[in-house]
């Protein structure tokens, strides 16, 4: 709430703060960052602050807010990266009711070890990682393997998505609520929405390799192909 404070440190992880609602400033040696007020992560960009191992900050809450703490081990030192909402990448997936806007927060221009982050909107009703892909395996250019956490809210928050996870020799159904969250070690992974009810998720890849390298079903590649053909003509 408006006026804590938190000292936060990782010494051998790195770590990504995230502003989900609200405003907050951060703190660190000499530094002063702030960030301005994020009403609601559907229609605003994030602020977020990278924190090589090992560096300490002091957080303040300027507002009620919320803050998404990512962390993976790391050797490797260095400087914070604050980025600010107009650094944010934006990019549209998708074609139909496969499209989502996708924000790219932590991507390979970030100086990180491991991590790779971003939020992704569905509008209601639609679908998300799809055509769907996976990325559990290192058969390099094809594939990387990273492990993937998806934290989800809903607009309005009285809806739900449904996740599917699966592989040749798994598969599972998740019902999915405002402010769940789901781990995603292997497999395929779409989510769809219901409608009536936007969709959001922060998603967080982690690897060693950190590359965003990633298999498609064969099942559904056509799909792949009719969408780079509609965004010819859309």
Known sequence: SRGNEFDYREIRKESALILLIGQVSFEIDAKTYNTGIRSDPFTKDPWALYLPRGRRVKIEALADSEI???????????????????????????????????????????????????????????????????????????????????????????????????????????????????????????????????LYYLWILGGEKRRPLMRSDERFRWQSILEASLREVL
């Not at 999915?176 to 497999?187: A, F, H, K, N, Q």
């Open 68 to 198: 998404a703490v990512v962390k993976s081990p790391s050797d490797k030192e260095g400087t914070e990266v604050f980025i600010r909402p107009e650094e944010v990448k934006k990019r549209c997936g998708g074609v139909w009711n496969w499209r989502r806007d996708i924000r790219d927060i932590i991507d390979c221009s970030i100086p990180a070890e491991r991590l790779l982050i971003g939020e992704t909107i569905n509008a209601p009703g639609s679908w998300s990682s799809w055509p769907p892909h996976k990325h559990d395996r290192d058969d390099y250019p094809h594939e990387a393997r990273m492990e993937e956490v998806y934290h989800f809210r809903l607009n309005p928050k009285e809806g739900f998505a449904l996740q599917r996870i699966y592989g040749d020799d798994f598969n599972e159904v998740h019902l999915i609520e405002d402010g769940d969250t789901v781990l995603i070690p292997r497999g395929y992974h779409p989510v769809v929405v219901c409608p009536g009810h936007q």
